[in-house]
T-cell receptor, first 114, second 114 residues
Framework: AQSVTQPDIHITVSEGASLELRCNYSYGATPYLFWYVQSPGQGLQLLLK??????LVQGIKGFEAEFKRSQSSFNLRKPSVHWSDAAEYFC????????????FGAGTRLFVKA | GAGVSQSPSNKVTEKGKDVELRCDPI?????LYWYRQSLGQGLEFLIYFQGNSAPDKSGLPSDRFSAERTGGSVSTLTIQRTQQEDSAVYLC????????????FGEGSWLTVV
């Protein structure tokens, strides 16, 4: 079975600073990896996903993530954070096992200070 | 439908009562998930349906929780003898291989047990 760890419960960055949110996964084969964002009072929105190919994937809102197999990681990055990026971010791993099951990490809450 | 539809959007119930939460997935999506998100918590996997296969119930927290999916489409999550700790947002999601196994979420059903 797959699992996901997001080591940081919350992170605070200054507006305009760079951001990296960590995600580590455990799965025996090549996983399908996702990042979702949940803004206050909003539903979950897909930011980006990795299935295969180029290990650096671009998403919406200027986010990108890099799949590093050797580190079992899929960290989310943004070069310059905007106040509107304050939200909860969830990393997820999907596995082809009797279908396709997706498991989420505990989430990282991002606070942006002026 | 165009998106995942959940009802009711809000439900307040008395401790000990049974509740039913409904999910109508995106048309054609073969996989359907239920997750639970408690206040300030991550996404807790509850149950997963894939086509006609037996559901993966490994995340259901107790035998008070059950779910069914009729006709490979609509799903109902039932919580019997509700407890205050059941208060949470219950999120339904669906996916298909045609959507790249990306899961799409509904807006959730907010359950409050008083």
């Amino acid at each position: 079975a797959q699992s996901v760890t997001q080591p940081d419960i919350h992170i605070t960055v200054s507006e305009g600073a760079s951001l990296e949110l960590r995600c580590n996964y455990s799965y025996g084969a090549t996983p399908y990896l996702f990042w979702y964002v949940q803004s206050p009072g909003q539903g979950l929105q897909l930011l980006l996903k990795y299935f295969s190919g180029d290990t650096l994937v671009q998403g919406i809102k200027g986010f990108e993530a890099e799949f590093k197999r050797s580190q079992s990681s899929f960290n989310l990055r943004k070069p310059s954070v905007h106040w509107s990026d304050a939200a909860e971010y969830f990393c997820a791993v999907g596995a082809l096992a009797g279908g396709f099951k997706t498991i989420f990490g505990a989430g990282t809450r991002l606070f942006v200070k002026a | 439908g165009a998106g995942v539809s959940q009802s009711p959007s809000n439900k307040v119930t008395e401790k000990g009562k049974d509740v039913e939460l409904r999910c109508d997935p995106i048309s054609g999506h073969t996989a359907l998930y239920w997750y639970r998100q408690s206040l300030g918590q991550g996404l807790e996997f509850l149950i997963y349906f894939q086509g006609n296969s037996a559901p993966d119930k490994s995340g259901l927290p107790s035998d008070r929780f059950s779910a069914e999916r009729t006709g490979g489409s609509v799903s109902t999550l039932t919580i019997q003898r509700t407890q205050q700790e059941d208060s949470a947002v219950y999120l339904c999601a669906s996916s298909s291989s045609g959507s790249g196994n990306t899961i799409y979420f509904g807006e959730g059903s907010w359950l409050t047990v008083v």
